[in-house]
T-cell receptor, first 111, second 117 residues
């Protein structure tokens, strides 16, 4: 079992719709959770971090964490073509600051 | 704030030569930096954790004699790919953590694309 799992996609949504990205992790001791966006040929950029159970909203983005279910998700409201990218879920614990990345979900927002 | 730079952004070299990639934290001091490698259509693979003033910690399966990491100052870490071969062609990305900032958050450099002919 992979430590951090994501659906590879591609996930295709129409412009203006809600995109829902999911991630599960295996280490119950994980304490920090991140969503990074990566455009083709570029390095990842952080879009959301979440540390406690519940929802965290930042503009069009909402991260949801459920530690009991070992599940973290990212919702993107009013999706735009510029949101088309690969979204990486990353999980950190007590391993000297290391992050474990999922394989990424490719999102395509169609105009 | 929390800007990380890398140099060069891309490099082409002949098989058997060595290539050095620099990773700098521009507006903060980074005691810990990380080096990743990413092949096309794959996720980031952590190669090593670089700590200022001490030896790097390599992930299982990463050849420490081939990928030399030096973190001589609080703002600079270098990755040297020794005797590079075509299979080493990849996108190399460094990241850094800001001491005392959000727990485990990493800021990424723009990456270096290495092509070995």
């Amino acid at each position: 079992q992979k430590e951090v799992e994501q659906n590879s996609g591609p996930l295709s949504v129409p412009e203006g719709a809600i995109a829902s990205l999911n991630c599960t992790y295996s280490d119950r001791g994980s304490q920090s959770f991140f969503w990074y966006r990566q455009y083709s040929g570029k390095s990842p950029e952080l879009i959301m971090s979440i540390y406690s159970n519940g929802d965290k909203e930042d503009g069009r983005f909402t991260a949801q964490l459920n530690k009991a279910s070992q599940y973290v998700s990212l919702l993107i409201r009013d999706s735009q073509p510029s949101d088309s990218a690969t979204y990486l879920c990353a999980v950190g614990g007590n391993q000297g600051g290391k992050l474990i990345f999922g394989q990424g979900t490719e999102l395509s927002v169609k105009p | 704030g929390a800007v990380v730079s890398q140099h060069p952004s891309w490099v082409i070299c002949k098989s058997g030569t060595s290539v050095k990639i620099e990773c700098r934290s521009l507006d903060f001091q980074a005691t810990t930096m990380f080096w990743y490698r990413q092949f096309p259509k794959q996720s980031l693979m952590l190669m090593a954790t670089s700590n200022e003033g001490s030896k790097a910690t390599y992930e299982q399966g990463v050849e420490k004699d081939k990928f030399l990491i030096n973190h001589a100052s609080l703002t600079l870490s270098t990755l040297t790919v020794t005797s590079a071969h075509p299979e080493d062609s990849s996108f190399y990305i460094c990241s850094a953590q800001v001491p005392g900032y959000s727990y485990n958050e990493q800021f990424f450099g723009p990456g270096t694309r290495l092509t070995v002919l």
